[in-house]
C-alpha cells in the first residue's frame, strides 16, 4: 500500500497568514493527489485534484504543488473559514490512501 | 445540483451485519464510479471500497481490512449504492460516507455520512 505523511498534524495560526501543509507518498504517485477540507462535524469538502488543480468554486487563495513523492497545499491569506483539518489523499493504486490530516487551529 | 443521503446505520453487536444504502440524485448515477469512505470517531479517513460503472461491468475493489466481509452493490434503475457489512468488529465503529468519483477519477462530491457503532 502506498504511505501518506502529513506534516505537521496540527499547527496554530492567525487570519491573515501564509499556511503551508506537506503530504509525503510512500512510493511515486505522480500527479495522482487530491487535498480535502474538513470542518467538525461535516463531511470533506474536495479542494485540489491532480495535485494542483482546484475544485470548481474554490477560493483561489488555495493553491497545491508538487508531483512524484513531495506535495504541498498553500493556504496564502488564511480566513476565518480556512479553520479545518485538511487531508491529501492518492488515487494512482488500490487501496486509495489518506494521509492522517492536519488540523489547522486559531493562535 | 448533485446529492448524496445515506441511510441505515445504528448500532449492532459484533459478529452482526448491517446495510447502508445511498440515494443519489443530481446525476446519471450509472455513469460515475462511487465509493464508500469512513472517518472512526476523532480519527482520519479510511477507504473501504469501490464499484464501478456498469460500462465496467460494476466490478468492485476493497480495502483489506473489510475485504470478504464487506459488499459493495448498485441498483443504477434506483440511483442507489449499498454497503453489505457481515461480521462486524468493534474496529468497523465509524461514520460512512459514500462519494461519488468523478472526472479523473479523484472523489469530488460526499454525502453526510451515517454513522455505525458496533459495540460489545
Known amino acids: 500500500d502506498i504511505q501518506m505523511t502529513q506534516s505537521p498534524s496540527s499547527l496554530s495560526a492567525s487570519v491573515g497568514d501564509r499556511v503551508t501543509i506537506t503530504c509525503r507518498a510512500s512510493?511515486?504517485?505522480?500527479?495522482?493527489l487530491a487535498w480535502f477540507q474538513q470542518k467538525p462535524g461535516k463531511a470533506p469538502k474536495p479542494l485540489i485534484y491532480?495535485?494542483?488543480t482546484l475544485q470548481s468554486g474554490v477560493p483561489s487563495r488555495f493553491s497545491g504543488s508538487g508531483s512524484g513523492t513531495d506535495f504541498t497545499l498553500t493556504i496564502s491569506s488564511l480566513q476565518p473559514e480556512d479553520f479545518a483539518t485538511y487531508y491529501c489523499?492518492?488515487?494512482?493504486?488500490?487501496?486509495?490512501?489518506f494521509g492522517g490530516g492536519t488540523k489547522v487551529e486559531i493562535k | 445540483e448533485v446529492q448524496l443521503v445515506e441511510s441505515g446505520g445504528g448500532l449492532v453487536q459484533p459478529g452482526g451485519s448491517l446495510r447502508l444504502s445511498c440515494a443519489a440524485s443530481?446525476?446519471?448515477?450509472?455513469?460515475?464510479?462511487m465509493d464508500w469512505v469512513r472517518q472512526a470517531p476523532g480519527k482520519g479517513l479510511d477507504w473501504v471500497g469501490r464499484?464501478?460503472?456498469?460500462?465496467?461491468?460494476?466490478?468492485?475493489e476493497y480495502a483489506a481490512s473489510v475485504k470478504g466481509r464487506f459488499t459493495i452493490s448498485r441498483d443504477d434503475s434506483e440511483n442507489s449504492l449499498f454497503l453489505q457489512m457481515n461480521s462486524l468488529k468493534t474496529e468497523d465503529t465509524a461514520v460512512y460516507y459514500c462519494?461519488?468519483?468523478?472526472?479523473?477519477?479523484?472523489?469530488?462530491?460526499w454525502g453526510q455520512g451515517t454513522l455505525v457503532t458496533v459495540f460489545s
Open positions: 462519494v461519488r468519483v468523478g472526472a479523473d477519477y479523484y472523489l469530488d462530491h
Open positions: 443530481g446525476f446519471i448515477s450509472s455513469d460515475h464510479y
Open positions: 464499484i464501478r460503472n456498469k460500462r465496467n461491468s460494476s466490478t468492485t
Open positions: 512510493q511515486g504517485i505522480n500527479k495522482h
Open positions: 491532480a495535485a494542483s
Open positions: 489523499q492518492q488515487r494512482k493504486d488500490y487501496p486509495l490512501t
